[in-house]
């Protein structure tokens, strides 16, 4: 198991790096970088006085090399202007729209977005699950039809405007703003229970706005897996010799179905986390997603890469979880993982 | 034959009488075909589709309305009763004007009631009462708000308009007066054709890619597996955004246009070459292309006479369930001002508009966009289920 573990792990630093190059490539894309575009614009305005000091910042962010070196500095494997400065070595980079380094700007929405999208995967779990089971074993009833209606609807709309709708609706139902992250009598106030309290029901709406296309989707999944195992023969064989229908259900099939279940998390969990970002930028919530659209409309480049590269480890660590769950439920992976290398 | 012997009596007596039916017998008509299974057996595979596919009423019936729908793209000038960006000053976040068809009673034909309207000075709005007295009857096959048809010619022909000197605000108008139906006729034009032209660039990529990695296989292969499996773990929005940053400011609506299809059909193609190349893979294991190998037939022709046609069918169902992610993708992209700007008219600019929840509560009819999206991405799944149940040949 563990020998599963390390070698799961391992395969992750490659992918990690083809990863931040992509990502680089991607903000180093627009023309000119934030301060050759503000030198441009204080030279149209005539101003010369601020250019020198520019000038001095872009040597020290090494925005003056060449894009393979500017890379490698970026990740702190190449020495910069002070060293080797980069990720690696635990320095996020500077965002020049806040002039603050990066961590300042976006340390405190970080937990909030993992702890959103931790809620998302296990609303998505918890909800389809019992869903799931429900619409293969009564297949055809008016509730396997209800939620296959459902579901076709939660795949449909996607999730930002089903955010909208929602935002809408409570506002001229209840008068309730669901936006934000907490009611805003408790911004600025010390933390309490009642803060905490607020924080939760404030999470209740997005995880669900954000979840519900991925339970749609699990639901249909777990839906076709099951039914397949169901109308197998050993089922039958079961049911001629008196199972109970519940342990005739738990005991084979449903085991068999619960594979693919998990390993469809990981697919999922790209999905759950762009829709995080956009979300977030409607229902207006702390995390990194409004920071990202900011700082890509700004052009602030180390904000948004960092912003890019923590969205993606976020969904490959979800995978590794994903991973490691399908090996801790089924024998075969992970010894097959041993036998074949 | 044995146990029902009996010695005693005479062999003649064994002999059953010698019967012929006098009924015309054809020593193949076990394996003779009705009418009905000769002509399945002899349809093509797109017949055989099509076949399987009407079938399926949900499907057949969201291709109807996605034509519909399409016909907006042509034709939106000559559909749409206001162009997309006249602005009526007078008419600003107008609620939209009901259809009527009687007044006090007596049938007129549809006709809408014009609008009052007043400022009101504590909450610096306008506030907008239909008045009752004011019968604005619709125009239909007019002339109105002049237009430039495809870019070609001068014209004001419109399906219908409204009263000389009234307003049809069908859905309402925007901060700065315009017609929100106009906007979304016309937005159409562009929202729907997205999709089409992103889906067409990743399936020339996943082709590409999936015909590499299936057809040579090896490390070609394992390079490009690993490839389409980081691709696939990376969230598509947050690419998607920075992605659609990277497009030049300068560039006119057009390139800007054809920029987002390309970022959207970019990021869409692993899931297509993973399909692709699991296809030719076990095609190329099939008799029949064995055979055509075996005959002396070259790779080019093995690949395009016998392998494709294998899979064109599942490309395209599986194409037609990738098209709405794209239009979510623009719309998505607009909406957070990253993808089209005005004066290009999408379902996403439109929406933007509603992005002030503020401003939403007030003026409800703003979030109209949604409407026909929840409706195209609806009936483009059902066609592609419909599509992709058609294609599979063991149903």
Redesign the interface.
């Given at each position: 198991m563990i020998y599963y573990m390390v070698r799961r792990i391992l395969t992750m630093i490659p992918?990690l790096l083809?990863?931040s190059f992509?990502?680089f490539l991607?903000?180093e894309?627009?023309?000119g970088d934030y301060i050759s575009n503000q030198i441009a614009a204080l030279r149209t305005s005539g101003e010369s006085a601020s250019i020198a000091k520019l000038e001095f910042l872009r040597k020290e962010f090494a925005l003056d090399r060449p894009f393979f070196e500017r890379y490698l500095i970026w990740i702190g494997a190449w020495p910069g202007p002070n060293g080797f400065d980069g990720l690696l070595q635990g320095n996020w980079g500077w965002s020049f729209e806040f002039d603050k380094p990066v961590n300042e700007v976006v340390g405190p929405t970080l937990p909030l977005t993992i702890v959103l999208n931790f809620a998302t995967i296990l609303f998505v779990y918890i909800v389809s699950f019992p869903i799931g089971m429900y619409s293969a074993t009564r297949q055809y009833s008016w509730g396997d039809y209800g939620f296959t209606f459902l579901g076709?609807?939660g795949?449909?709309?996607?999730n930002?405007?089903l955010g909208?709708?929602l935002?809408?609706l409570f506002?001229?139902w209840f008068g309730l703003s669901v936006?934000g992250l907490m009611a805003p009598e408790y911004i600025d106030q010390p933390f309490s229970f009642d803060k905490l309290m607020s924080i939760l029901a404030h999470l209740i709406v997005p995880t669900i706005v954000i979840g519900t296309s991925g339970t749609a989707a699990m639901i249909r999944r777990l839906r076709a897996n099951l039914l397949d195992e169901l109308h197998k023969q050993y089922v039958t064989t079961g049911r001629a010799k008196g199972l109970t229908e519940r342990k005739l259900l738990t005991k084979y099939p449903l085991r068999m179905a619960l594979n693919p279940f998990i390993s469809d998390i990981g697919?999922l969990i790209?999905?759950l986390?762009?829709?995080s970002?956009?979300v977030s930028?409607?229902l207006n919530l702390p995390t990194v997603g409004p920071v990202?659209?900011s700082a890509?409309?700004s052009?602030d480049q180390f904000l948004?890469g960092f912003?890019?590269l923590f969205?993606?480890v976020l969904?490959?660590f979800g995978?590794l979880v994903s991973d490691i769950l399908l090996a801790v439920l089924d024998p075969r992976i992970r010894l097959g993982g041993r036998a074949a290398s | 034959m044995s146990d029902v012997f009996d010695p005693k009596k005479p062999v003649d007596e064994h002999r059953a009488e010698h019967y012929v039916d006098p009924r015309p017998f054809n020593p193949e008509t076990v394996e003779e075909l009705s009418e009905e299974q000769e002509r399945y057996y002899q349809a093509s595979q797109w017949q055989i589709m099509w076949w399987k596919f009407k079938r399926h009423k949900l499907a057949v019936w969201s291709g109807v309305i996605l034509i519909l729908f399409y016909l907006c793209v042509p034709f939106a000038e000559v559909i749409a009763p206001y162009t997309p960006n006249t602005r009526d000053s007078q008419h600003l976040y107008a609620p939209p004007q009901p259809v009527h068809l009687f007044h006090e009673g007596e049938f007129v034909g549809p006709f809408v009631y014009g609008m009052k309207s007043e400022i009101d000075m504590t909450n610096l709005k306008w506030v907008f009462t239909p008045n009752y007295d004011d019968v604005q009857p619709i125009r239909f096959f007019c002339s109105g708000d002049p237009y430039e048809f495809w870019g070609l010619f001068d014209a004001d022909f419109h399906l219908f308009c409204p009263a000389e000197g009234g307003s049809l605000f069908l859905l309402g108008t925007d901060r700065l007066g315009r017609d929100q139906l106009s906007g979304l006729i016309y937005g159409a034009r562009l929202s729907l054709t997205v999709g089409l032209i992103g889906v067409a660039i990743s399936i020339i990529l996943g082709l590409f890619f999936g015909g590499l990695a299936g057809y040579f296989g090896g490390f070609v292969d394992s390079a490009i597996q690993?490839?389409i499996?980081?691709m696939?773990?990376?969230?598509?929005?947050?690419?998607w955004?920075?992605?659609s940053?990277?497009l030049?400011v300068t560039w006119n609506p057009v390139w800007i246009y054809f920029g987002l299809t390309v970022i959207l059909g970019l990021l869409d193609w692993p899931g297509l070459a993973r399909a692709v190349r699991s296809k030719l893979l076990s095609l190329r294991e099939e008799e029949y292309a064995k055979a055509a190998v075996l005959m002396g037939a070259k790779p080019k022709r093995v690949i395009t006479r016998h392998l494709l046609p294998g899979f064109t069918s599942h490309i395209i169902a599986s194409a037609s369930l990738s098209i709405?992610s794209m239009i979510?993708g623009e719309?998505?992209l607009s909406?957070?001002?990253?993808g089209l700007r005005r004066p290009s008219v999408s379902w996403g600019v439109l929406?933007n508009e509603?992005?002030n929840?503020s401003v939403?509560?007030v003026y409800?009819w703003l979030?109209a966009p949604?409407i026909p999206?929840?409706i195209v991405?609806?009936a483009f799944?059902?066609l592609g289920d419909g599509l992709r149940d058609a294609a599979d040949p063991y149903k």
């Amino acid at each position: 198991m563990i020998y599963y573990m390390v070698r799961r792990i391992l395969t992750m630093i490659p992918t990690l790096l083809v990863i931040s190059f992509l990502i680089f490539l991607i903000i180093e894309l627009p023309a000119g970088d934030y301060i050759s575009n503000q030198i441009a614009a204080l030279r149209t305005s005539g101003e010369s006085a601020s250019i020198a000091k520019l000038e001095f910042l872009r040597k020290e962010f090494a925005l003056d090399r060449p894009f393979f070196e500017r890379y490698l500095i970026w990740i702190g494997a190449w020495p910069g202007p002070n060293g080797f400065d980069g990720l690696l070595q635990g320095n996020w980079g500077w965002s020049f729209e806040f002039d603050k380094p990066v961590n300042e700007v976006v340390g405190p929405t970080l937990p909030l977005t993992i702890v959103l999208n931790f809620a998302t995967i296990l609303f998505v779990y918890i909800v389809s699950f019992p869903i799931g089971m429900y619409s293969a074993t009564r297949q055809y009833s008016w509730g396997d039809y209800g939620f296959t209606f459902l579901g076709y609807l939660g795949l449909a709309v996607p999730n930002f405007l089903l955010g909208l709708i929602l935002l809408y609706l409570f506002n001229r139902w209840f008068g309730l703003s669901v936006g934000g992250l907490m009611a805003p009598e408790y911004i600025d106030q010390p933390f309490s229970f009642d803060k905490l309290m607020s924080i939760l029901a404030h999470l209740i709406v997005p995880t669900i706005v954000i979840g519900t296309s991925g339970t749609a989707a699990m639901i249909r999944r777990l839906r076709a897996n099951l039914l397949d195992e169901l109308h197998k023969q050993y089922v039958t064989t079961g049911r001629a010799k008196g199972l109970t229908e519940r342990k005739l259900l738990t005991k084979y099939p449903l085991r068999m179905a619960l594979n693919p279940f998990i390993s469809d998390i990981g697919n999922l969990i790209p999905s759950l986390v762009s829709g995080s970002v956009i979300v977030s930028v409607v229902l207006n919530l702390p995390t990194v997603g409004p920071v990202l659209l900011s700082a890509l409309q700004s052009q602030d480049q180390f904000l948004a890469g960092f912003i890019l590269l923590f969205v993606a480890v976020l969904t490959l660590f979800g995978m590794l979880v994903s991973d490691i769950l399908l090996a801790v439920l089924d024998p075969r992976i992970r010894l097959g993982g041993r036998a074949a290398s | 034959m044995s146990d029902v012997f009996d010695p005693k009596k005479p062999v003649d007596e064994h002999r059953a009488e010698h019967y012929v039916d006098p009924r015309p017998f054809n020593p193949e008509t076990v394996e003779e075909l009705s009418e009905e299974q000769e002509r399945y057996y002899q349809a093509s595979q797109w017949q055989i589709m099509w076949w399987k596919f009407k079938r399926h009423k949900l499907a057949v019936w969201s291709g109807v309305i996605l034509i519909l729908f399409y016909l907006c793209v042509p034709f939106a000038e000559v559909i749409a009763p206001y162009t997309p960006n006249t602005r009526d000053s007078q008419h600003l976040y107008a609620p939209p004007q009901p259809v009527h068809l009687f007044h006090e009673g007596e049938f007129v034909g549809p006709f809408v009631y014009g609008m009052k309207s007043e400022i009101d000075m504590t909450n610096l709005k306008w506030v907008f009462t239909p008045n009752y007295d004011d019968v604005q009857p619709i125009r239909f096959f007019c002339s109105g708000d002049p237009y430039e048809f495809w870019g070609l010619f001068d014209a004001d022909f419109h399906l219908f308009c409204p009263a000389e000197g009234g307003s049809l605000f069908l859905l309402g108008t925007d901060r700065l007066g315009r017609d929100q139906l106009s906007g979304l006729i016309y937005g159409a034009r562009l929202s729907l054709t997205v999709g089409l032209i992103g889906v067409a660039i990743s399936i020339i990529l996943g082709l590409f890619f999936g015909g590499l990695a299936g057809y040579f296989g090896g490390f070609v292969d394992s390079a490009i597996q690993r490839l389409i499996e980081i691709m696939r773990s990376l969230p598509e929005l947050p690419l998607w955004m920075a992605l659609s940053a990277a497009l030049p400011v300068t560039w006119n609506p057009v390139w800007i246009y054809f920029g987002l299809t390309v970022i959207l059909g970019l990021l869409d193609w692993p899931g297509l070459a993973r399909a692709v190349r699991s296809k030719l893979l076990s095609l190329r294991e099939e008799e029949y292309a064995k055979a055509a190998v075996l005959m002396g037939a070259k790779p080019k022709r093995v690949i395009t006479r016998h392998l494709l046609p294998g899979f064109t069918s599942h490309i395209i169902a599986s194409a037609s369930l990738s098209i709405p992610s794209m239009i979510l993708g623009e719309t998505a992209l607009s909406f957070l001002n990253l993808g089209l700007r005005r004066p290009s008219v999408s379902w996403g600019v439109l929406l933007n508009e509603a992005q002030n929840i503020s401003v939403v509560t007030v003026y409800p009819w703003l979030m109209a966009p949604v409407i026909p999206i929840i409706i195209v991405v609806l009936a483009f799944n059902f066609l592609g289920d419909g599509l992709r149940d058609a294609a599979d040949p063991y149903k």
